[in-house]
């Protein structure tokens, strides 16, 4: 499955816009539940810091994927382009 939605991405197919944003937004909130738990559950984690420090980055790109899949015209450069 990756090496299709990279080939997808590579290519310009408008139809992996909607597989993307299902993807980034299950795997957004299934870490926030994890971060959630880890920092406020009965397992606390040693060092919060440390811990917000290696996962804030696996919030902030399905955050930026999401936005950046969320136009109608995800592959359409210069004007007048019409959404396949």
């Not at 944003?21 to 909130?29: D, G």
């Not at 539940?33 to 420090?53: H, N």
Request: charged fraction near 10%; aromatic fraction near 16%.
């Amino acid at each position: 499955m990756p090496n299709c939605c990279l080939h997808a991405l590579r290519a310009g197919w408008n139809w992996i816009r909607l597989p993307g944003i299902i993807t980034c937004s299950w795997t957004w909130y299934s870490l926030m539940v994890c971060i959630g738990c880890t920092l406020y559950g009965d397992r606390k984690s040693p060092d919060e810091f440390m811990f917000l420090a290696i996962y804030i980055p696996y919030l902030l790109f399905p955050l930026c994927v999401t936005w950046r899949l969320w136009t109608r015209t995800l592959f359409c450069q210069g004007t007048g382009c019409v959404p396949h």
